[in-house]
């Protein structure tokens, strides 16, 4: 929505929203010469399906594509374009790791209610792993004992 030429402004929706989520936010922002974007995350909305791991990653880059290659953003861009880019919730998050990773498409960010990481670290996912293997050590403790008991 908006002017052809007007500034790119992408709307990024949160965890189980889609693009639907900005419908009142479109109209006021292309009414002031924004050309205005709210898209559905890969998994989300009327978006594709794919049966993949999705994590921040995916969504970061899907973002980063779609202002390269619809929004016309980039280095490479003609103009040089960059974009306005906002998000809510996850897509607040996501907001922000494509302004860090890809600086030359965004010209600002913001957060709005940002959720943290999607996938944890290397080291995070080592402790929930350990986690979840200490808890059925339990479990199998807890049960070799009540066994024990019941013979007795």
Do not use: M, T
Not at 20 to 26: A, G, Y
Not at 130 to 136: C, V
């Amino acid at each position: 929505a908006g002017p052809e030429d007007g500034q790119p402004f992408l709307l990024i929706h949160g965890f189980g929203a889609s693009g639907f989520h900005w419908r009142r936010n479109v109209p006021a922002l292309a009414a002031a010469g924004y050309r205005v974007y709210a898209i559905d995350l890969v998994g989300f909305g009327l978006s594709s399906k794919p049966i993949i791991d999705y994590d921040s990653r995916l969504w970061r880059d899907q973002c980063a594509a779609f202002l390269r290659e619809v929004a016309g953003c980039g280095e490479a861009a003609a103009n040089g374009r960059r974009a306005v880019v906002a998000g809510n919730s996850i897509g607040g998050y996501c907001a922000l790791a494509v302004a860090a990773e890809y600086p030359e498409l965004c010209l600002g960010v913001a957060s709005l209610n940002g959720a943290g990481r999607f996938s944890p670290s290397p080291e995070q996912a080592e402790v929930l792993r350990l986690a979840e293997e200490e808890k059925a050590a339990r479990g199998a403790l807890r049960a070799a004992v009540d066994e024990a008991a019941a013979q007795l």
